[in-house]
């Protein structure tokens, strides 16, 4: 469900007792969380997690259970995921939701959020919890033409490969290794294809914790050194990434760990959410999309929703953007089973590494994203993610990794297919440095032979090449 009536959704945690033994049987149980409203005897009872004076929730996206009352640490739904089968997605992943119902009657709410860094919304008490290292607050820039012709809109590009560790995962990183020093917790695992390990890596450093990354052997060698170089235990193995994010899993079980996998932990999600309350800061007047997102789990395309989805619940916009998932074509698990019964995997096998996933992790949130507020889906090949990669680093001086680069592949979809409406104010996030993996963005590349260091020679290479 959306945040959309999320005063009903709170008010499954609000029992009305209007006789005084009920009430003095409640007391008994539930002293802490009683509260007297004159002479009638209503009392509200809420049920919300805390973790040192903050007030949140957790929503099975699947059954719509609530839960979380007396724990502080909440993967996913008991109910739901006891049946889930490994190669498959995951049933019972949970969402975070807060008192929406207090904050929407702010006089300026997302005024009043912003000044307080948006700590009403994240399920941390404090900001000083967060990592030293800027993450997030990246820039948008604004480009008006492609190759010197004019475009029918002007396109934004939200460059997330500005973070500490050249990665739109430093934002899950971020709140994963807050809310972990806030309660104590000084390892953190996570299953990773690279970006997620090398962003948790990078960030437990600052952190002074601990971080165990499992990751395909088959990782780009640029982001595995990054892991240890960050000084993470770095655990490859000979296997893929779904068999890295189990077994990440079963150390968190056996050793106490705190798990980061994405969407497995919902906080992940929460971190993600942050670039929508940016973009709406740069784009206030001209937020109506598309947005256009790399998609692998779908957790990086739930956080887009869930933040937007806040916005619209607060009263701060009216209406949800134009949200655009972009997979590519070789690994279009998500993409491919959104309208399907039964969900069927087929083994991926894109360059695109970052958004290579057999089994995506958060398919049924993302599923639900996209139909709820009419999103759209679409794939693009390796050969476009790789031309498109080459177009917006000749056009913009942004150099992108194949999976950031395929959300541009997106954007140059839907304007060669006369798809961008008047009005539309496109926005493409782009998720990493291409400096991440350097050997997949070499095979849409011929690097040039060496010449005699002496003019003629160079300039016959010049015109030759039709340079001159």
């Given at each position: 469900?959306?945040?959309?009536?999320?005063d009903r959704s709170w008010a499954c945690n609000v029992f009305v007792i209007k006789h005084v033994k009920a009430a003095t049987n409640l007391r008994k149980r539930h002293p802490f969380f009683l509260k007297f409203l004159k002479l009638g005897f209503?009392?509200?009872?809420?049920?919300?997690?805390?973790?040192?004076?903050?007030?949140?929730?957790?929503?099975?996206?699947?059954?719509?259970?609530?839960?979380?009352?007396?724990?502080?640490?909440?993967?996913?739904?008991?109910?739901?995921?006891?049946?889930?089968?490994?190669?498959?997605?995951?049933?019972?992943?949970?969402?975070?939701?807060?008192?929406?119902?207090?904050?929407?009657?702010?006089?300026?709410?997302?005024?009043?959020?912003?000044?307080?860094?948006?700590?009403?919304?994240?399920?941390?008490?404090?900001?000083?919890?967060?990592?030293?290292?800027?993450?997030?607050?990246?820039?948008?820039?604004?480009?008006?033409?492609?190759?010197?012709?004019?475009?029918?809109?002007?396109?934004?590009?939200?460059?997330?490969?500005?973070?500490?560790?050249?990665?739109?995962?430093?934002?899950?990183?971020?709140?994963?290794?807050?809310?972990?020093?806030?309660?104590?917790?000084?390892?953190?695992?996570?299953?990773?294809?690279?970006?997620a390990g090398s962003s948790m890596a990078g960030i437990c450093a600052s952190m002074k914790q601990r971080a165990v990354v499992v990751l395909p052997d088959s990782a780009p060698e640029a982001k595995l050194r990054q892991v240890v170089m960050y000084?993470?235990?770095?655990?490859?193995?000979?296997?893929?990434?779904?068999?890295?994010?189990?077994?990440?899993?079963?150390?968190?079980?056996?050793?106490?760990?705190?798990?980061?996998?994405?969407?497995?932990?919902?906080?992940?999600?929460?971190?993600?959410?942050?670039?929508?309350?940016?973009?709406?800061?740069?784009?206030?007047?001209?937020?109506?999309?598309?947005?256009?997102?790399?998609?692998?789990?779908?957790?990086?395309?739930?956080?887009?929703?869930?933040?937007?989805?806040?916005?619209?619940?607060?009263?701060?916009?009216?209406?949800?953007?134009?949200?655009?998932?972009?997979?590519?074509?070789?690994?279009?698990?998500?993409?491919?089973?959104?309208?399907?019964?039964?969900?069927?995997?087929?083994?991926?096998?894109?360059?695109?590494?970052?958004?290579?996933?057999d089994a995506p992790r958060n398919f049924y949130m993302a599923r639900q994203f996209i139909h709820a507020f009419d999103g759209d889906a679409i794939t693009v090949s390796d050969n476009d993610i790789l031309q498109a990669s080459a177009l917006l680093?000749?056009?913009?001086?942004?150099?992108?990794?194949?999976?950031?680069?395929?959300?541009?592949?997106?954007?140059?979809?839907?304007?060669?297919?006369?798809?961008?409406?008047?009005?539309?104010?496109?926005?493409?996030?782009?998720?990493?440095?291409?400096?991440?993996?350097?050997?997949?963005?070499?095979?849409?590349?011929?690097?040039?032979?060496?010449?005699?260091?002496?003019?003629?020679?160079?300039?016959?290479?010049?015109?030759?090449?039709?340079?001159?």
């Amino acid at each position: 469900m959306t945040t959309e009536g999320i005063d009903r959704s709170w008010a499954c945690n609000v029992f009305v007792i209007k006789h005084v033994k009920a009430a003095t049987n409640l007391r008994k149980r539930h002293p802490f969380f009683l509260k007297f409203l004159k002479l009638g005897f209503t009392i509200l009872l809420f049920m919300p997690v805390m973790t040192k004076g903050k007030h949140f929730i957790f929503e099975c996206s699947c059954c719509g259970v609530q839960s979380g009352f007396g724990t502080q640490l909440m993967y996913l739904c008991n109910a739901c995921s006891k049946d889930n089968k490994s190669g498959e997605p995951p049933r019972g992943v949970m969402k975070v939701l807060y008192d929406y119902h207090r904050l929407r009657h702010k006089p300026k709410p997302f005024k009043y959020l912003k000044n307080r860094g948006f700590i009403d919304l994240l399920p941390i008490s404090s900001l000083s919890s967060l990592p030293p290292l800027r993450t997030g607050r990246t820039p948008l820039y604004t480009f008006n033409k492609l190759d010197g012709k004019l475009l029918p809109a002007p396109l934004h590009i939200k460059d997330d490969s500005q973070n500490p560790t050249w990665s739109f995962k430093d934002r899950a990183s971020a709140l994963v290794s807050a809310f972990a020093a806030e309660h104590g917790l000084s390892t953190i695992v996570v299953a990773s294809t690279g970006n997620a390990g090398s962003s948790m890596a990078g960030i437990c450093a600052s952190m002074k914790q601990r971080a165990v990354v499992v990751l395909p052997d088959s990782a780009p060698e640029a982001k595995l050194r990054q892991v240890v170089m960050y000084g993470a235990k770095a655990l490859p193995i000979k296997g893929t990434y779904d068999q890295a994010f189990e077994l990440s899993i079963e150390l968190s079980n056996q050793f106490g760990w705190y798990n980061r996998n994405t969407a497995y932990n919902p906080l992940t999600i929460e971190g993600k959410k942050t670039v929508s309350f940016e973009l709406f800061d740069q784009l206030p007047e001209l937020l109506n999309g598309p947005v256009f997102v790399p998609v692998g789990d779908g957790v990086i395309l739930s956080g887009v929703y869930k933040g937007f989805d806040e916005l619209k619940s607060l009263g701060v916009i009216t209406e949800v953007p134009k949200v655009v998932a972009v997979q590519a074509a070789q690994s279009d698990n998500l993409v491919r089973n959104l309208h399907q019964p039964d969900f069927i995997s087929i083994r991926s096998t894109t360059i695109a590494d970052s958004i290579s996933v057999d089994a995506p992790r958060n398919f049924y949130m993302a599923r639900q994203f996209i139909h709820a507020f009419d999103g759209d889906a679409i794939t693009v090949s390796d050969n476009d993610i790789l031309q498109a990669s080459a177009l917006l680093a000749q056009n913009t001086g942004l150099f992108a990794e194949p999976a950031a680069a395929a959300a541009f592949a997106g954007f140059l979809s839907y304007l060669h297919g006369n798809k961008l409406r008047p009005g539309d104010n496109p926005v493409v996030l782009l998720t990493g440095s291409g400096l991440k993996d350097l050997k997949s963005i070499a095979k849409g590349l011929t690097l040039p032979e060496s010449v005699h260091p002496d003019f003629r020679s160079v300039e016959r290479t010049l015109e030759k090449s039709g340079y001159l």
